[in-house]
């Protein structure tokens, strides 16, 4: 028996690490999948206890120098706070760094740039009459350089020493070279070997930390507002609530209530946790829940949820649900789960990435030794034209141990394995939180990425289509027909005759109520004897309401004392986003489908209304998989939208299975998206969302390839060859850090996507499922 | 190890490894940072040991004279090559030894040099006994490097003077980089 446990792992710097935390984790006896995500910095592992302890995977995560901790309900401000404090740490060391680097750049260059342009120079540190001091001050610069960026060479040489290399180990590697030959070549000096002032890379070492230090902070930052759906969605909570307790009202902190507690909320005030009224009315927003812009009217009895705002009166409710159980809490999960989870298309990208380090470490080696044995036998081949010499390392010829130092540097340095590791998950990350901003649950990055797919959707009628309940949809007769026939209603418990008096302005006192079994019910109303029920019954002429059943409507007929006075059309009426969420799925070249299980007759109806073409009717619920499966069976992307139980083994058979917010738990259990809005228009804003998080993460992996399958060969000296400048890793370090930042700025412009024109935008973050406002009820024929 | 004896330990090694390196520099450096001032003193001394020939750089001269660089030119190629008004006389330049700044390395070429202004200078190999023979950049052991202008002002015409070459030459002005026309006499003591 497996069971599923998410690992908050710290100490990842690059894809490198969460390949290797992954392997680790995989390798485990008793492991049957792990999944680590980098942007997420979480671990998601399958295991069965019965095998493995946590304790021994959370041992084995410690053994190769990464921390694994088991994530803590209502630690959002505490993973906020440590995220700002790696982001403060970040920066602080970034400006020191840079503080040193620059001077040490600047003595560095601007001897060399003479050529271009005269700077003011100390003498006493010009090169050519003081190379020892010249190089001592550049050592001096690059120690607080190195300081600030230990971090580098802690985990790097851990990694390298564990035999898991990663991309602190290419910088650390890199830059110790370059500081170890600059350190070698300052004792020549010292030596008399003047000439060796020349082959100093302090500041090449000092550049490079600063940059990936720049890239570094520049990275948090982004990583974090790629979380920011996650933030605002915990930022609704309210952090107190006021217990009444002996008669005496506390105010205690919300990770203190408990199921049972009696809780009192003032106007205001948020609700704290999921509860039942008890006492007191109140109208509650739950728009940040559900999207309903209108306040619902609560009473004692009326659940309450967590994080809607009560608007006018005060009231005491029950705890029912807290902490990790609340509605809030449920949809934060989903949402994190999403975010942490792996698209396929994330699968190559892994692989490199696992296998990355070593590779870009052989090459480095390898084009360093080819160059240094190059150089031996052909000195000519080192020397670079004046034109290749603009902003390179070197000067005129060089020693081949230089010039293979110096491809060996730019190699390691350049080669970014981050870029690769965050392409996926940030995309991941973004688009998931932008689909929860819209009210769209995405509950996988898998789900997000079949969903670009989707050819054809497969729409429930009822429920989904349509609003699931009966409703007055023609009135004819005269004016006091609704009224009268209300009147008599009230008194049944018919589901249709609940829809009469729900659309009648008023309704009038009635005596000698009766029921005919199959025919209707009759009172006296207002000095009238008034029937409602079928046409024989109120005695309607023949024929009388055929077009309105014709239309899919069921005819109530009403008799005023024994003549026929009208006709009452009630009918499942089209929810008001159908027909646009239908025209948008249409234009985006989506084939749609209607399943129910209702006659032909009423489907038709419906679908000619919404103008769906294709209707599957009379399909029992046990049969709606079989009918999924067949369209899958012609090479169909199928996703299925649906509410109720019934629809749970079609939506679970779909490719994509939506679910309707407003639906059942199974149906939501099964799905894979769920819109909390119960708005139509949804799917197609889904269907978007992930064509746009696909091609941006495809956007991110070409650029992450691209960036290294270009740079490592220019680093490694290709351009030379073809008489072409030798990078300086100065550059290459620059690169290496705009590569990881690109990636990331481009994942955030995801935060710019909208829903397609026309769709109204809702307030909601996300919604919850089970509980239709009143207002929306009692306002459907306005 | 708690974390801040793990510190401890790192800055204590790391102190351990900057002072070592420190007194490894100025072990070698034999106590002075000016490396470059200090040898180019030991190597102008060999210049002076091949003095006699056609070059007098006179040290005698610059020791008595309470510190000065002295340098004397056979003037007659250039009388040979049309010089007017410098009969009798040699070519003397002479910078004051305390000016530290008109004393140079020269990278590229494994050179000292001293410039003694209006575009003069004296160059010589760090090390005469190896220069040449380790295959360094050049085989030039020392060159005197005199501007012309004032002397085909004068009349020469720099193309005939005996023993010297008139030749472009790769020099920084003002910071930047120019080609100058140079009169050159290089030798080579191999």
Not at chain 1, 119 to 144: K, R, T
Not at chain 1, 459 to 470: A, I, Q, S
Request: net charge neutral; proline share 5%; with cysteine.
């Amino acid at each position: 028996m497996t069971q599923t446990q998410i690992l908050d792992i710290r100490g990842m710097t690059c894809a490198a690490c969460s390949a290797r935390v992954e392997k680790i984790l995989t390798k485990q006896a008793g492991v049957a999948q792990a999944s680590v995500n980098l942007a997420a910095e979480k671990a998601r592992v399958e295991y069965d206890p019965a095998r493995v302890s946590l304790r021994a995977l959370i041992a084995a995560v410690e053994k190769i120098g990464y921390q694994a901790l088991l994530p803590r309900p209502e630690k959002a401000d505490e993973d906020r706070l440590r995220r700002e404090k790696a982001v403060r740490v970040l920066r602080a060391k970034t400006v020191v760094s840079a503080l040193f680097a620059v001077p040490l750049l600047y003595i560095a260059m601007a001897p060399m740039l003479t050529r271009w342009v005269t700077l003011p120079y100390p003498p006493a540190l010009d090169p050519m009459n003081y190379p020892l001091l010249y190089a001592l001050a550049e050592i001096a610069l690059v120690i607080p350089v190195v300081c600030a960026g230990h971090r580098f060479y802690a985990v790097g040489f851990r990694a390298l020493w564990m035999r898991s290399p990663n991309m602190d180990s290419l910088i650390a590697v890199g830059t110790s070279a370059a500081v170890l030959y600059s350190l070698f070549n300052t004792i020549q000096i010292s030596r008399g070997h003047f000439a060796a002032v020349n082959a100093l890379y302090f500041e090449t070492a000092g550049v490079i930390i600063t940059l990936i230090l720049l890239g570094k902070t520049l990275e948090a930052r982004s990583k974090g507002k790629t979380g920011e759906a996650i933030k605002k969605l915990m930022g609704l909570a309210p952090k107190t609530a006021i217990l009444l307790q002996d008669g005496a009202e506390r105010e205690i902190p919300i990770g203190d209530v408990v199921t049972g507690d009696v809780l009192v909320v003032r106007p205001g005030a948020k609700i704290p946790v999921d509860g039942v009224v008890l006492e007191g009315r109140t109208a509650v927003d739950e728009s940040m829940l559900t999207g309903e812009s209108m306040p619902v009217d609560k009473q004692a009895g009326d659940p309450v949820y967590a994080a809607s705002l009560n608007t006018t009166g005060s009231v005491t409710f029950r705890a029912e649900k807290v902490g990790a159980d609340t509605a809030l809490a449920q949809i934060i999960r989903l949402v994190e789960d999403a975010q942490g989870s792996k698209a396929p298309i994330a699968n190559l990208a892994d692989k490199v990435s696992g296998v990355f380090v070593p590779i870009v470490c052989g090459i480095a080696l390898l084009a360093g030794v080819a160059w240094f044995i190059a150089g031996r036998l052909h000195p000519d081949i080192l020397r670079l034209s004046d034109a290749a010499q603009a902003f390179s390392p070197i000067q005129g010829g060089a020693a081949p141990l230089t010039f293979a130092l110096v491809v060996f540097i730019s190699v390691l340095v350049i080669a970014c394995p981050c870029a690769l590791g965050l392409a996926t998950p940030t995309a991941i990350m973004v688009g998931t939180g932008k689909g929860a901003e819209h009210g769209i649950l995405i509950k996988s990055g898998e789900a997000l990425e079949t969903a670009h797919k989707i050819s054809t959707v497969v729409f429930d009628k009822t429920g989904t289509v349509t609003e699931g309940k009966p409703a007055v949809t023609d009135l004819l007769g005269p004016p006091d027909l609704l009224s009268l026939a209300a009147s008599v209603e009230k008194l049944s418990e018919h589901p249709l005759g609940q829809a009469v008096v729900a659309a009648a302005q008023e309704t009038f006192p009635a005596a000698d109520f009766r029921s005919v079994t199959g025919m209707g019910v009759e009172a006296a109303v207002q000095g009238k004897q008034v029937r409602v029920g079928r046409a024989a019954y109120a005695n309607a002429p023949e024929g009388e309401g055929a077009d309105l059943a014709a239309q899919g409507k069921t005819p109530l007929f009403v008799s005023f004392d024994g003549v026929f006075a009208g006709v009452i059309a009630v009918a499942d009426v089209v929810k008001p986003s159908s027909q646009a969420a239908i025209e948008a799925l249409r234009g985006m070249g989506v084939e749609v489908v209607m399943i129910t299980g209702d006659n032909r007759r009423t489907a038709e109806a419906i679908a000619r209304q919404v103008g769906i073409d294709r209707v599957l009717a009379e399909v029992m619920p046990q049969d709606k998989a079989n009918e999924i499966r067949q369209l899958q069976r012609e090479g169909k992307i199928v996703a299925m939208v649906g509410d109720g139980i019934n629809d749970a083994p079609a939506l679970a058979q779909a490719d994509v299975g939506i679910a309707i917010g407003s639906g059942t738990d199974v149906a939501m259990e099964s799905a894979d998206i769920v819109l909390m809005r119960s708005d139509l228009t949804d799917v197609p804003t889904a269907i978007q969302l992930s064509k746009r998080t696909i091609r941006n993460i495809k956007q991110n992996l070409f650029w992450a390839f691209g960036y290294n399958v270009v740079g490592i060969p220019v680093a490694a000296g290709l351009l030379h060859l073809f008489g072409g400048p030798l990078l300086n890793p100065i550059f290459a370090a620059a690169a290496m850090s705009l590569s990881s930042v690109s990636v990331l700025t481009n994942a955030l412009r995801l935060k710019r996507f909208h829903p397609f024109p026309g769709k109204k935008e809702g307030r909601s973050l996300s919604a919850h499922p089970s509980e239709p406002s009143k207002q929306r009820k009692a306002g459907r024929l306005s | 190890m708690k974390k801040s004896g793990k510190i401890g330990a790192a800055v204590a090694a790391a102190g351990l490894a900057l002072g070592g390196f420190l007194f490894l520099i100025f072990h070698n450096s034999g106590g002075t940072l000016d490396v470059v001032g200090k040898d180019a003193q030991r190597a102008l001394a060999e210049v002076r040991a091949v003095a006699g020939q056609e070059i007098v750089l006179d040290g005698a001269a610059f020791r008595e004279s309470g510190g000065y660089y002295w340098m004397e030119i056979d003037p007659s190629p250039f009388l040979a090559a049309g010089l007017r008004g410098a009969d009798g006389l040699a070519f003397q330049f002479m910078i004051k030894n305390n000016n530290r700044l008109a004393l140079g390395y020269h990278a590229a070429m494994d050179h000292y040099n001293i410039t003694f202004g209006g575009g003069n200078l004296f160059e010589w190999a760090k090390d005469l006994r190896t220069n040449g023979t380790t295959g360094g950049p050049q085989d030039k052991d020392i060159v005197f490097v005199l501007n012309p202008e004032p002397l085909i002002a004068a009349g020469l015409d720099p193309e005939n003077v005996e023993g010297w070459a008139y030749a472009p030459v790769q020099v920084e002005i003002g910071g930047r980089p120019a080609t100058v026309w140079k009169l050159l006499k290089p030798f080579d003591f191999a």
